[in-house]
Structure formats: structure tokens, C-alpha cells
């Protein structure tokens, strides 16, 4: 990034800022989250109401990210700070910090079994004995103590090297090869899953809602925290990335794209999973290693297939990255700015705590199983209070700050909307219509509605 606002970093071209912010976007939460998040919740019905929350809450919150990045040139709790002095919108700034914390936790534990199978299939891929099959094998490694971890731990150390040397050189680049590739492979292996047999069963179970769950509020809480977290929104990663864009660029055509991409990007993950899902007989609420036991046999089923799984969770465990990254800058940018230290101290010191941070959580899942929290293992826990709870409080305060917060007109300004109708529009959905959407979703999950 050019050293050009008192040393503040900032995109190369606006082309960098949209890649980073697809970057973040896509990464786990489109291919291992939805799967399995989709798979629970029943499918179909659930797919609708994700994209409703992304066209209606996601992509006007986006937008709201963009534009207070980008006008506060600052980190998620400066940014509050310089646009609101003395107000408590800044809390959504403690919340995003404290979310980076929480969900770079977990992420990490699972980009760790990403980077485990990859490793696998540098010698042709997971062993398995006949009996326990691909489940049989992920349920051994992830209850193994210090296997998991140890990969948990080599993810972090990646994520820590990239934002060490700073996020632009860090992913400019690897965005622009690798993203591409791991969305044409995703396509291919989506056809390639139709052909075995399941294709029938998967269509009707994504595409035709079973209306009755219409009615279920544990599906729209579902939806909206798998939109939140899909688009790495709620939580300052996008002010974040915004606040390294120069006043030039043009933010609602990025926040259409990098929303459009990763949403995209899910549905056709979930044509790739549930094909097989249900050509092999799993089951689809299998729960968070959906993904990693669906997989293996696809690639098993082809001739050679070991290098598309080698390419696959390569390519995975990439995307994770550039989204890790956009987690723990989150983290970082706060911190460096607050007390003044250097980026890579501050990049060292809060990896490693966030690193100790997820041990329980990948422990969770083995040796401490039965510590169970309101019927949550520890792993559930740390992913709800992030993904359900966080995330979509912190989208509500950030929408309730642009629409009532800011004059109206300098949040126009600062869009780049300007006065035009969507702008308006724009601006009633973040003062009237997202807030009171979530806060309903809100009360009917704990059953107050
Ligand atoms: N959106 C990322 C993914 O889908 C995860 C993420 C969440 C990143 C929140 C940043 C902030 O994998």
C-alpha cells in the first residue's frame, strides 16, 4: 500500500480493494459453513431466506461498512471515534474487535483441517478402513488431541506472516489467481456431482422449500447469521478494508460485487456437496464436518481424482486465508493504532492469543466433548455467540449509525450514492427497515415473539 495518509496503508487499485474485500468474503463460510449450516436447517427454505437476508440487511450493511471505512481512514473502533466523538455508536467497534477474536478462533481450527487433508492428499489422499468410511476418519482426527491443533497452529502462523508484511502485498496477488481457480474447480466438481446420482434429490432439496419451515424462527436466525458471517459484515472487517481505499473509488458497485460473488459462490458449493451428499447416503445434517467427509469420496470416485482433492483443499485453505487475514487486521489495525506498537508485534502477540483462544474449541470436538453449553459443544458455542449473536448486533448498530447517527446528506455523500432515489432508499432500509428485521428475527429465535 502507498504510504500516503500520515503512513496509513492503501489499495493499489480499486480492482485490489474489491479483491480483498471478495477475498474475505469467500472462504470457509461458502463451502464448509453453508454446507452444513444449509444441510441442518433443512435446506430449501433456508437457502430463500439467506438471500432475502443478503439482498435486503446484507448488501445495504455492506455498503454502510464501505462507507464509514473509507471516510474515517481509521480501524473499526477509530472509525466510530472520528465520525461520532463521545457517542456510544463505538461500542459496534469493541463488539467487531472482540468478534475478530472469537471467530479467527474456530476459523482457524477448521482452515487446520483443511490444511490437514491437503497435506493428505500430497500422498494420494485420506486412509480409510472399509468401516467407518470418510466419517470414520474426520471423527478420529478431530477428536485426536494435538493433531488438529497442531494444524490450527500452522494456519495461524500463516495468517500472522501475511498481515506481518501488511495486507496488500500480503493477498493482492494471491487473490487474483487463486480465487478464480478455486471458483472454476468448485464449478467443475458441481458437475461432476450431478453425474452421481443424487443430482435429483439435492435440486428438490435446495430449490423447493418446504413452506412449513417458513413458520420456524430458528431458520431465519440460521440464515442471518450464515449471511453476516458469509459476508464478513457486523464486525469492522469491511471498515476495516474500506478505510485503506482513497476517496476515488466507487463503493456501491463493490458492494454489489463482492455480495453477488460470495453468495454465488455458496450456491454453486452447495451444488457440489449435496449431489453426493445424498449419492452416498450421508446424512445432510451431519453437522460441521459435512464437507470433509462428502468430499473425499467425490474426488475417490474419479480416476486420479487425489489431485483435485490436493488442488480442492489447496485452494480451500487459501481462500480461508485471505479471509483470516481480514479477521485478525481487524484485531491488528485496533491495537497498532491504540498503543502505538508496530504492526508486526502487534500481529505476533494477538495471533498467538487468538491462537490459545481456540484451543477449547478444537478440543471441544475430542477430549473435552462433554463440557456442553446450553447443549452446545465448546466449538458451537464460540460460532453462535460470533456468527448468531455478534455479528448481527454489531450490523445493527452499524445501520442504526449511518441511517440516524449521520446527517443524512454526508451519509449520501459519502457513499457515493448522493441524493438519488436507491440512495434514499438505501437510507430508509438502514433506519427503518434492517434494524426492525433483525430485531424481530432477534425475538422470535428466544421465543419472546
Ligand atoms: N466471510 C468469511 C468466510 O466466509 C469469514 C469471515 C467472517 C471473515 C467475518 C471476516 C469476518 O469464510
Known amino acids: 500500500m502507498n504510504d500516503l495518509k500520515e503512513g496509513r496503508e492503501q489499495w493499489g487499485s480499486r480492482l485490489g480493494f474489491i479483491l480483498a474485500a471478495m477475498g474475505s468474503a469467500v472462504g470457509l463460510g461458502n463451502i464448509?459453513?453453508?454446507?452444513?449450516?444449509?444441510?441442518?436447517?433443512g435446506g430449501a427454505a433456508f437457502l430463500l431466506i439467506y438471500i432475502l437476508c443478503i439482498l435486503a440487511i446484507g448488501i445495504p450493511i455492506l455498503m454502510a461498512e464501505f462507507t464509514i471505512g473509507r471516510r474515517a481512514q481509521s480501524d473499526v473502533v477509530g472509525s466510530f471515534e472520528t465520525l461520532a466523538p463521545g457517542k456510544p455508536w463505538v461500542l459496534a467497534g469493541f463488539l467487531g474487535?472482540?468478534?475478530?477474536?472469537?471467530?479467527l478462533s474456530f476459523y482457524a481450527v477448521v482452515a487446520g483441517w483443511s490444511l490437514h487433508y491437503f497435506v493428505q492428499y500430497l500422498s494420494g489422499g485420506p486412509s480409510i478402513d472399509a468401516e467407518g468410511g470418510y466419517g470414520g476418519y474426520f471423527g478420529?482426527?478431530?477428536?485426536?488431541?494435538?493433531q488438529p491443533l497442531f494444524w490450527q497452529f500452522a494456519f495461524m502462523v500463516l495468517t500472522v506472516g501475511i498481515v506481518f508484511v501488511g495486507v496488500k502485498k500480503g493477498i493482492e496477488k494471491s487473490n487474483k489467481i487463486l480465487m478464480p481457480l478455486l471458483a472454476v474447480l468448485v464449478l467443475v466438481l458441481a458437475g461432476y456431482s450431478m453425474t452421481l446420482g443424487g443430482a435429483q434429490e439435492a435440486i428438490a432439496f435446495l430449490f423447493t422449500p418446504d413452506w412449513s419451515s417458513l413458520t420456524d424462527p430458528n431458520v431465519y436466525f440460521a440464515a442471518l447469521g450464515q449471511?453476516?458471517?458469509s459476508l464478513s459484515l457486523g464486525m469492522g472487517a469491511l471498515i476495516t478494508y474500506g478505510s485503506y481505499l482513497s476517496k476515488k473509488d466507487k463503493l456501491p458497485g463493490a458492494a454489489v460485487s463482492v455480495a453477488g460473488l460470495d453468495t454465488l459462490f455458496a450456491i454453486v458449493a452447495g451444488l457440489m456437496i449435496f449431489p453426493a451428499v445424498f449419492a452416498f447416503g450421508i446424512e445432510p445434517d451431519s453437522g460441521p464436518g459435512l464437507v470433509f467427509i462428502t468430499l473425499p469420496g467425490i474426488f475417490d470416485s474419479i480416476t486420479g481424482g487425489g489431485i483435485f482433492g490436493l488442488a480442492f483443499f489447496f485452494l480451500l485453505s487459501a481462500a480461508a486465508l485471505s479471509s483470516g487475514v481480514s479477521l485478525l487486521e481487524v484485531a491488528v489495525a485496533y491495537f497498532m493504532r491504540k498503543f502505538q506498537w508496530s504492526r508486526q508485534k502487534t500481529a505476533i502477540f494477538i495471533g498467538f492469543i487468538i491462537f490459545i483462544l481456540g484451543i477449547p474449541s478444537s478440543l471441544g470436538l475430542g477430549i473435552l466433548s462433554d463440557v456442553q453449553i446450553f447443549g452446545r459443544d465448546i466449538f458451537?458455542?464460540?460460532d453462535f455467540?460470533?456468527?448468531?449473536?455478534?455479528l448481527p448486533i454489531g450490523g445493527l448498530i452499524i445501520a442504526l449509525f449511518v441511517g440516524w447517527g449521520w446527517k443524512k446528506a454526508d451519509a449520501l455523500d459519502a457513499s457515493d450514492f448522493g441524493d438519488t432515489l436507491i440512495g434514499n432508499g438505501w437510507i430508509l432500509i438502514l433506519r427503518f427497515f434492517a434494524p426492525v428485521a433483525i430485531f424481530i428475527i432477534f425475538l422470535s429465535s428466544i421465543g419472546v415473539l
Open 32 to 41: 464448509w459453513r453453508f454446507s452444513y449450516v444449509t444441510g441442518e436447517s
Open 97 to 103: 474487535v472482540a468478534s475478530a477474536f472469537i471467530i
Open 140 to 146: 478420529e482426527f478431530i477428536s485426536s488431541p494435538l
Open 227 to 229: 449471511a453476516f458471517f
Open 380 to 382: 458451537d458455542t464460540m
Open 385 to 390: 455467540i460470533a456468527s448468531n449473536i455478534f
